[in-house]
């Protein structure tokens, strides 16, 4: 058997299910991109079928990528796959992942269908799926949950049929690591043809458990894919975090024997990038790409490092991509060193348009802060995409009063449409009266989930990045805006999530939410 473990990311579509997660076209091409830095085997786009601009993103995503495999998850249904197929005919590498609920309590419930219907539906859509391409994953929903001779049938049939990855989904996240690997291992012992596909884990983690559960499914059960996404993003408590699968399989080489393709030092690049993206703060204590996962402050800790750094460190900052907060840049720094750091970055410009934006960006940041670091540029690369997509929104200015005693006024200059538009608000904090300032123009009525403001580098110099999440018609989204003014950063978040509710292309279904 081999010992390489395939690493298949979905955090553009299991992730991207996380509530207010959801991303552009644009976003997720940029995402992909460093996906395909870190070399993950395969990058799961999205769900072709969930809407229009899926559909969009999954093609432009396949466009872009030479090197990964591009995935778009389908309902095991002829017309998902069909669009499934269609979404990904730009992939230089494809693959077409079917679902199909096989637990009693979902097949009951939510399919009502019958075990025997279940099996011929699994089978058939796998049938259908192979004439549209070679490579065919097949996963069968709530996996962990179901009858085990039951579920050897629906693999036994599937592969038969042309599956060539067999993934066992722990889709609410109960299994506990020996039982869910022993549970994989059942199946491969028992099925017939288990030879024939690649064994595929997908652990969700509300138990806490879904690394070590996907760690054991390799260990025990002997699956060789392990799904995951950066940051362990994903709906409820989250996914797999590929970065720490990659860095346990790294660091416990001498007990797993296994490798994998990643190149671990871009890890951080990639948390960042889908942190600032989506607006999901990564807790400073996560492994791994945490603000302290390296940060040793205890005065014994810091003597034993300095004598030998194994006494207390089993990884190496450097080797996941940290570099201490390093000044890069500065407001004398001309065009040409932007242009390499940017380079550096693995951050690709289309056109020196796009150059030239993100340069004026730059400058303008380098006037109102002298140091500036990585994550300031990763920041100005997002602000210029946005404006590329044509937000219908756009801030412009703003000035606000505060003074103890008195309640808090802010005036604000913002685009809509093309239209520029003034408006004036109080509040009960500066930024509770800028926010009340754009409603009262935009009129959204949308109800706010969460504010929450980041530092993206350390010290009071630093830019603040802002995080607002709107509910409005059963939508969720989220809106990320970065400034070193936190009232002005506010301002570009609450405009940010406007444009998404604004844009029907983040109007998506959640794949396992439907029949
Ligand atoms: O958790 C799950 O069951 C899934 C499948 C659609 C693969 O995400
Ligand atoms: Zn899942």
């Known amino acids: 058997m081999s010992d390489k473990i395939i690493i298949f990311d979905t955090t553009l579509r299991d992730g991207e299910q996380s509530p207010g997660a959801s ?5 997720k091409v ?25 559909f969009n993103a999954i093609s432009a995503v396949a466009a872009a990528v030479k090197d990964s495999i591009v995935c778009s998850l389908a309902r095991a249904n002829d017309k998902d796959i069909t669009r499934a197929a269609d979404a990904l005919k730009p992939a230089n ?14 097949m009951a419930v939510k399919l009502r269908m019958s075990p025997e219907e279940v099996l011929e539906q699994a089978k058939r859509s796998i049938r259908f799926a192979r004439n549209l391409a070679s490579d065919i994953e097949f996963s069968a929903e709530d996996g962990y949950r179901s009858e085990l001779d039951f579920l050897c049938r ?9 599956a060539t990855t067999i993934n066992i989904p722990d889709t609410v996240g109960y299994a506990i690591p020996e039982l869910y690997g022993d549970f994989i291992k059942a199946l491969r012992t028992r099925v017939p043809n288990s030879d024939k596909a690649v064994w595929s884990v997908h652990c969700h983690n509300d138990l806490g458990m879904a690394v070590a559960n996907s760690l054991a499914g390799v260990k025990i059960g002997g699956a060789r894919q392990i799904e995951c996404t950066i940051n362990g993003l ?23 024997d296994m490798v994998c393709g990643i190149d671990a030092t871009q890890i951080v690049q990639a948390s960042r990038l889908v942190s600032h993206i989506t607006g999901f703060v990564v807790q400073p204590n996560k492994a791994v790409v945490g603000a302290n996962a390296f940060a040793h402050t205890s005065g014994i800790h810091q003597d034993g490092i300095l004598k030998a750094r194994e006494t207390y460190e089993i990884m190496r900052a450097e080797d996941v991509g940290w570099a201490a907060n390093k000044i890069v840049l500065g407001k004398l720094s001309g065009r040409n060193a932007f242009k390499q750091r940017l ?6 410009l289309e056109s020196e348009a796009e150059l030239n934006d993100a340069f004026i960006r730059f400058k303008a940041l380098a006037d109102q802060k002298s140091e500036i670091f990585d994550e300031d540029i990763i920041a100005i690369m997002s602000a ?17 009063h505060s003074e103890t005693g008195e309640r808090p006024k802010s005036r604000i200059t913002f685009l809509v449409g093309d239209q520029e538009v003034t408006s004036e608000a109080e509040g009960n904090g500066p930024v509770d009266a800028s926010l009340n300032a754009i409603e009262e123009k935009v009129k959204s009525g949308a109800e706010q989930l ?10 009071t110099q630093s830019q603040g990045e802002v995080t607002v999440r709107l509910a409005k018609g059963g939508r969720i989204v989220n809106g990320v805006g970065t400034d070193p003014d936190i009232i002005a950063a506010s301002a570009k978040a609450y405009l940010a999530a406007l444009n998404k509710l604004h844009d029907p292309s983040h109007i998506k279904m959640n794949a396992q939410m439907t029949p």
């Open 23 to 27: 991303m552009t076209k644009d976003e």
């Open 93 to 106: 590498a494809k693959r077409i992942h079917a679902f199909l609920a096989t637990s009693p309590l979902h």
């Open 30 to 54: 940029r995402i992909a991109r460093q996906l395909e830095r870190l070399k993950v085997d395969v990058i799961e786009a999205g769900f072709a079928a969930s809407s229009e601009g899926d």
């Open 450 to 459: 969460l504010y929450s403001v980041n530092a993206i580098t350390s010290g």
């Open 234 to 256: 994903g709906e409820r408590a989250g996914n797999t975090a590929l970065e720490e699968i990659v860095m346990s399989l790294r660091t416990r080489k001498d007990y797993f």
């Open 154 to 162: 629906v693999v036994e049939g599937v592969i038969n049929e042309g």
């Open 343 to 348: 380079q550096e970055l693995g951050i690709s």
């Open 384 to 400: 210029s995409a946005a404006a590329e997509g044509g937000e219908y929104y756009r801030f412009l200015s703003m000035s606000q």
